[in-house]
């Protein structure tokens, strides 16, 4: 690829931060720094006595290349600081904005630094003790728990439930969770599961006996900040949690449960607490199956002495990214636990945590794709290739600027979502908001999770070799970013989720789509450099229409086939709508107005094209299966 392998590091001999600290490798004997030629030839004499190395050696020891450095993450996203502008208000603003500011300098100094020594230092499973004792301790790294103090002092999870900005609030948390996502070296995870759980607590009322955990939860205190977890993923593991639940839950005489159980994938597996699911054994030993048999259970990890609570851990997951977290194996061998549902209720009650932690995988979604591009723009102003600098090659920025039109479309669909639920959160949302949050959640989260995978892909590639580097960063917010197609519901499960919430407001919400999509494109009447993309959305939406009108008389199978292209859809007409807003306002720039025209020329209504080419006939369907066991042996049976 034309770029010598980096050196690894040694153990006492660690890159504490591939972009943001200007730091040498010294392993066995050799500085690999740039522009330290004389110091290399002096080590290789060293080295190899007195046998003079030959030039072109030297040379490839050493890359010259200059790396790229963002500042201040707050103050350079033009469209952050242009949505909050244009939402809050004044007074709320100006303190927020100060306050951002200052997180800005925290994440660029202190926050960057801390998350690659997560990268560098995954957790360990010990077993084990010397003596042989059974410990089933998961060590972190101190940059790890470091990460959980700042997340407190920054209130993190607390900002959201303090409310001090009233509905405002949400937006707000959700803008320094986006700042603090590609920094926070995987804490991000930890902290949607938090916010999950607090939000599931809130939801019940926040009993006595929940109390004292949702003030940890929520708490500015690093001593008393608790995290959660969340552990639904059995030995069959997937989102059908309905049927893959084996876990069971026996009453005591004091009131509480012993939970046994095997639980396959655990995220964050050193919180605090964690919300599980399990079914009740009845008096004649028995436990009701389906969705209808599980309830939603309170515990806490360990207990006051720091031991686990009749916890095993089995062994710690080996992912593909986010390997900073420590996600684990477990075995509930009689864990003490609270019931806080209602009996048979858990998956309603477990439902506010699954909404949470969806916006959450949405901000981590945008917050890479926005990271990927800060970095490769960045990138562009120092690299000179065939002659000038990359941003001087058209071909490239034009590659650069479709990424950017993505990214502004996933950020306005993810700033929606979360002003709509600040103000369901403090009663001021109308039936039609809740009905649209409804729809949103699931929609934005499996769009964005696409994207992201896609924009970090590209963006990689704009580095050429050296963003297939370890040590750069780059691979980590890659592998980072394809999970988030995966966790909290696959693409194809959401769009199925999606269906649901249509037919649950027996299409009410649909109704409330379009309405609000025709709303947004109103404020544009008087713009003419906006007509254009106004009337591809309008023509967008009236196929959508039409598609919905038809799909109703053919019955659920074409539309379950159709449900990912149709989640596609609304996705891309009502981000279209939300850019045209945004480039709408009083004091928008051109690029605004750019980013919105250049995202309503893509396909806006790709389920209305799909079933003009007859995607999803009974034919097409067979043909499937045809095409993808071809040659197989199971291809003989279809």
Not at 357 to 370: C, D, L
């Amino acid at each position: 690829m034309g770029h010598p392998q980096p050196l690894r590091p040694t153990a006492t001999c660690r890159l504490r931060h591939g972009w943001d600290r200007c730091q040498a490798w010294s392993c066995r004997g050799f500085s690999t720094t740039a522009g330290q030629g004389q110091q290399v030839s002096l080590q290789e004499k060293q080295v190899g006595g007195d046998v003079e190395m030959p030039v072109a050696r030297r040379e490839a020891e050493t890359l010259f290349q200059e790396r790229p450095e963002p500042g201040n993450q707050y103050l350079e996203d033009a469209l952050l600081r242009s949505y909050l502008e244009a939402h809050l208000p004044p007074k709320v603003l100006e303190e927020v904005s100060q306050e951002l500011e200052g997180f800005g300098n925290r994440l660029l100094t202190k926050i960057r630094p801390l998350g690659w020594e997560c990268e560098l230092n995954p957790p360990v499973f010990r077993q084990y003790d010397a003596w042989g004792q059974r410990v089933d301790h998961i060590v972190t790294c101190s940059a790890w728990k470091r990460m959980k103090e700042i997340a407190a002092e920054e209130g993190l999870i607390a900002e959201a439930y303090e409310r001090r900005y009233s509905n405002w609030s949400r937006v707000y948390q959700a803008v320094k969770l986006y700042l603090f996502s590609t920094a926070s070296g995987g804490f991000n995870c930890p902290l949607a599961m938090t916010d999950g759980a607090a939000k599931v607590i809130e939801s019940l009322g926040t009993p006595a006996s929940l109390k004292n955990a949702f003030d940890h939860l929520t708490s500015r205190d690093p001593r008393k900040f608790w995290t959660s977890g969340q552990w639904m993923t059995e030995r069959r593991g997937g989102s059908d949690v309905a049927n893959g639940t084996e876990t069971v839950a026996r009453k005591q005489p004091d009131g509480t449960y012993r939970l046994y159980g095997f639980k396959w994938f655990t995220s964050a597996a050193d919180s605090d607490m964690a919300l599980t699911l399990a079914r009740i054994v009845d008096a004649e030993g028995h436990v009701k199956q389906g969705s209808g048999g599980l309830s939603l259970f309170f515990l806490r990890v360990r207990d006051e002495e720091e031991k686990l609570n009749s916890i095993q851990v089995q062994r710690l997951k080996e992912k593909l990214g986010t390997r900073q977290m420590a996600t684990a194996e477990l075995w509930l061998n009689g864990a003490k636990a609270e019931l806080i549902s209602a009996e048979g209720r858990g998956v309603a009650s477990i439902s506010n945590m699954l909404n949470i932690t969806r916006i959450h995988n949405v901000i981590g979604a945008v917050a890479s794709m926005r990271r990927m591009i800060s970095l490769s723009r960045e990138y562009a102003l120092k690299r000179v290739v065939f002659g000038k600098l990359l941003k001087d090659h058209p071909l490239h920025m034009q590659t650069i600027a479709r990424m950017e039109v993505q990214t502004r479309g996933a950020f306005l669909l993810l700033m929606e979502m979360v002003r709509l639920l600040g103000l369901a959160e403090t009663n001021m949302a109308s039936e039609q908001d809740q009905l649209l949050l409804r729809l949103l959640v699931p929609v934005a989260k499996l769009y964005t999770g696409k994207q992201a995978t896609a924009v970090a892909t590209e963006a990689m590639e704009s580095f050429g070799g050296q963003g297939y580097m370890e040590d750069t960063g780059l691979p980590v917010i890659v592998r980072d970013a394809l999970v988030l197609s995966i966790w909290e519901g696959t693409t194809n499960v959401l769009s199925l989720d999606v269906l649901r919430s249509l037919t649950k407001s027996q299409g009410q919400v649909m109704a409330v789509f379009f309405s609000t999509v025709q709303n947004k494109l109103e404020l544009a009447s008087s713009s003419a450099e906006l007509q254009p993309a106004v009337q591809w959305v309008r023509d967008a939406a009236g196929r959508l229409t039409r598609f919905c009108q038809g799909a109703a008389a053919e019955g659920a199978v074409p539309m379950e086939l159709a449900a990912r292209d149709f989640s596609y859809s609304l996705a891309r007409i009502y981000a279209g709508a939300l850019l045209i807003e945004h480039a709408a306002r009083p004091g928008s720039s051109c690029t605004d107005v750019c980013a919105a025209q250049r995202w309503c020329r893509q396909e806006l209504c790709p389920v209305a094209a799909e079933l003009g080419n007859g995607s999803y006939s009974a034919e097409e369907s067979s043909m499937d299966s045809a095409l993808v066991y071809a040659g197989s042996p199971a291809g003989s049976r279809l």
